[in-house]
């Protein structure tokens, strides 16, 4: 094992392949995933996650200098809050109330899962940095706390997903509900998904219950991992770390994508993709032929490299 620093604030730890790497990255589904590539895996220290919510208010004091109109909007979303869980509770709570789900109601409790888990809340400080670091229209991390949808509809699922875990299936799907409606993201409160995830745009993502999205995935608008049927059980796609998914992708039925593998925009995929491999079309076909595929040799959620020859990604 090997460490190398890859910026300022992050470690790129690269792991050589072996029997045990499902397990380190996904120890709840080893049996679910294969190792094959080498992994980059973005490690943060304490300090990065401590020094990011005071990053954030100098930001928001930044723009209200050039908006002072915006005043009133960042008091009372960002610098009233003495801690980013209760800027996120406040803020997802406001945009998921109605008339009769009171903001404060709902403020209580997302706080109070925040509060509780506090694996969730580093994973939230995950997304925010990976939205960051992908997206070149994002210009500053309290941009995308208050105005991304993926963000914010993925920070709801992860709330709600917790709730799924203590039983209280009503609570959470209420919330995965009014996260469809008012943000057009809908991710069942079962399924699960790992951290480092950016939902580019977002508009019509669809997650079913018994998908899993491993680290660091990107997932761009209208893409399903979906069901093929109406069979219960395990029936919805397990997408590896880095894998980048291409707009108005469907990947459906209980089917592995690879760790590093990217999915073509608009693209079916109906069968297994191997690690490091492009797939594209309708059937998704790889790029270089079933017995050998193209090998991908950085992360594509990472590069956000969206062509591969004439393909777009």
């Not at 998921?96 to 939230?124: C, I, K, W």
């Not at 595929?293 to 777009?312: A, G, I, R």
Request: glycine share 8%; hydrophobic share 40%; aromatic share 6%.
């Amino acid at each position: 094992m090997t460490a190398c620093i890859h910026s300022s604030r992050t470690q790129v730890i690269e792991f050589e392949c072996n029997q045990n790497y499902a397990k380190f990255c996904r120890s709840d589904y080893p049996d679910q995933f294969s190792c094959k590539p080498i992994c980059k895996i973005n490690v943060y220290t304490h300090q990065d996650y401590d020094d990011l919510w005071p990053k954030m208010k100098d930001e928001a004091r930044s723009d209200i200098d050039q908006e002072p109109i915006l005043s009133n909007y960042y008091l009372t979303l960002i610098l009233s809050h003495s801690s980013m869980e209760s800027a996120l509770a406040n803020n997802i709570s406001m945009k998921l109330s109605n008339s009769s789900l009171p903001s404060a109601t709902l403020y209580d409790l997302f706080m109070g899962v925040l509060t509780e888990d506090r694996e969730l809340v580093d994973a939230v400080k995950d997304d925010l940095r990976a939205v960051k670091e992908r997206d070149p229209a994002c210009i500053s991390y309290v941009h995308c706390f208050l105005n991304f949808k993926g963000f914010l509809a993925c920070q709801a699922h992860r709330i709600a997903h917790h709730l799924w875990l203590q039983d209280r299936k009503i609570l959470a799907l209420l919330i995965q509900g009014r996260v469809s409606e008012v943000l057009a993201v809908d991710i069942h409160p079962a399924a699960k998904i790992g951290r480092g995830i950016m939902l580019d745009h977002a508009t019509g993502v669809v997650i079913g219950e018994t998908a899993v999205v491993g680290n660091n995935v990107s997932i761009l608008h209208n893409v399903t991992l979906g069901g093929t049927g109406k069979s219960n059980g395990d029936r919805h796609p397990k997408i590896g770390d880095g894998v980048l998914i291409g707009a108005g992708s469907c990947v459906l039925g209980n089917i592995r994508i690879g760790d590093w593998a990217k999915i073509g925009a608009g693209s079916v995929v109906l069968k297994d993709v191997p690690a490091r491999t492009t797939a594209v079309g309708n059937p998704a076909k790889l790029i270089g032929g079933k017995m050998n595929p193209v090998k991908l040799d950085k992360v594509p959620s990472f590069t956000m490299d969206h062509k591969w020859c004439d393909y777009v990604i």
